[in-house]
């Protein structure tokens, strides 16, 4: 699909200096494949007064799960635990692995997310069995064309017609296109575009639950992580504006170092 098509369909560009909502589930995608997104993760999240949630992830060392901070940390700034992750694509090979702390990047501002470093590690008890991690970009594979492939492989909920039903079982993939952040930043654009990344497409896009999911590219003859599913700059729709991406190059090193 050709750019100005993306960018002609978006309805209305919100800027980031308006409070944005965190993502939400894969709309207009299609179910993965049994040998595609094996590194994806879906856990869920629980706090006080009974609350509980769902997000997604991915598997990035064998220990280490890479998720969006605002999935385990509330505005308010409270912690919220996770005991479980479930790493791997349901309709292949899934591992159950217990979490054994949870490492919010030091950035991170919970009642100011739209400042960037949307990032947190699950780290895991023990390292993942038979299920590949994917590797984490480097600043040399991030995209740098309008219109650059980025696909998002997550966990959240998914529409059928007017009905709004879970997918935490069904892996979900959508491929969006990766648009230059003077499309969808204002203010600063280049300091902020040093952090995050926008993707995006008319027929597809991210819905509750997929916060968190890991945005991959083919560099190669491999697939890399090149982002964290962060915020939708839109009115709550899962069809309308640009998907906000946390740029993982600039974090890599900080996600491999947390738990030793």
Known sequence: MRLHLIIASLVALVVVSLAPRPAAAIRGGRPAAAGEGTAAVYFTVHGAGGYSGGCSGVLVTPRRVLTAAHCVRHRSGRRLRVRWARV????????????????VHPRFKPKQPSRGYDFAVLLLKKPVAGIAPLPM???????RRQGNK???YGFGLTR???????SRSRLRVAKLEYLSPFACFSGPVKRMAKTRMCI??????????????????RVGNKDVVIGIVSV???SGQCHRGPTII?????????ARSVGG
Do not use: E, I, M, Q
């Not at 791997?88 to 490492?103: E, F, I, Q, S, Y």
């Open 200 to 217: 995006a497409n008319p027929r597809a896009g991210v819905c509750p639950g997929d916060s968190g999911s890991g945005a991959t590219r």
């Open 232 to 234: 939708v700059l839109d």
């Open 246 to 254: 946390g740029r993982v190059s600039v974090v890599a090193a900080w």
């Open 137 to 143: 970009a480097a600043p040399s594979d991030d995209p």
């Open 150 to 152: 980025v696909f998002v």
């Open 160 to 166: 059928h017609g007017r009905v709004v039903v879970s």
């Open 88 to 103: 791997g694509n349901p309709r292949g090979k899934v591992v159950r692995a217990r979490v054994a702390a949870v490492h």
